[in-house]
């Protein structure tokens, strides 16, 4: 059976590299390229405020899905999401608006030292953790919105990349600043004894949500995996060291979607 190739354009050069025949426009273009992008099967890596024309208006493909985007974008909606789906794999989580009650709520149900995470952020970065009331006081007098959990001392944590409808790879991260375990800030990665009751956590909750790329950051505390929360637009750094071939991944996970085998 002979596989046609598809017609791909991307706003994301570096995420678009290795994929073969990809034409790469900027995004700040995409209007004036309106006939070349409802000639192709596929878009790729568009950004966020692209998708209600892509999606809508001109009835596109779009990777990572639209569902991914839409959960991905703001850590207040996917951990909503995590509750509603799997509740006894959610951190202990506190979401309001950060008045005086909310300082209080928060020391009442989850304690001191307790984690704040800026909604939109990644990389380790807008994660903190707090120690005292007067730290917690002056953080919610800079944030309208509250996102607060409970601490969870790890040593390391896990990153989980799903691409398609599977996982392309998983690694420890360990070390990093003592509290972030993330690569940004220098953690040590170990691809061994992933736990398998992580995973498929992971897949069980991708496959309902219909993300189809990911890199997810799941807690393992006590035999017991966490969902901390999920990033579309990973570091790749992971999947280089693993040697991972995640432009193949993509294009045949396009190919089964698009149904061009002919």
């Keep these: 059976m002979v596989r046609r190739a598809i017609r791909l354009v991307s706003f994301d050069a570096f995420r678009s ?81 950060a008045d005086e009650g909310a300082i209080e709520q928060a020391i009442d149900e989850l ?22 009331r007067s730290a917690l006081r002056a953080w919610c007098a800079q944030h309208p919105v509250l996102y607060a959990q409970e601490y969870l001392p790890l040593s ?12 392309l790879t998983a690694y420890w991260r360990r070390g990093g600043d003592g509290f972030h375990h993330n690569i940004a800030c220098s953690a040590i990665l170990d691809y061994e ?16 949500l219909g993300i189809d790329h990911a890199g997810f950051d799941i807690a393992w505390m ?15 750094a992971g999947l280089r060291q693993a040697g991972v071939d995640i432009a193949g991944t993509i294009v045949a996970h396009l190919h089964e979607r698009v149904g061009s085998a002919i």
């Design 17 to 97: 590299l290795g994929i073969p025949g990809v034409s790469v426009l900027k995004p700040e273009d995409f209007i004036r390229q309106r006939v070349l992008i409802e000639a192709t099967d596929w878009v790729l890596f568009p950004q966020t405020w692209q998708l209600n024309v892509l999606c809508y208006a001109w009835k596109r493909r779009v990777f990572p899905s639209p569902s991914t985007y839409d959960i991905g974008y703001d850590k207040v909606e996917q951990t909503r999401v995590f509750e509603s789906l799997a509740p006894a794999h959610v951190p202990r989580t506190l979401i309001r608006a």
């Design 111 to 132: 304690g001191l030292p307790l984690v704040v995470k800026e909604p939109r952020n990644a990389m380790g970065r807008g994660v903190h953790l707090l120690e005292t």
């Design 222 to 236: 006590d035999g017991h995996p966490y969902l901390l929360e999920l990033n579309v637009l990973f570091g790749n």
């Design 193 to 208: 004894a992933i736990p398998g009751a992580a995973l498929e956590l992971l897949a069980a909750l991708a496959r309902t």
């Design 156 to 167: 390391a944590d896990l990153r989980v990349v799903w691409v398609g409808d599977r996982v």
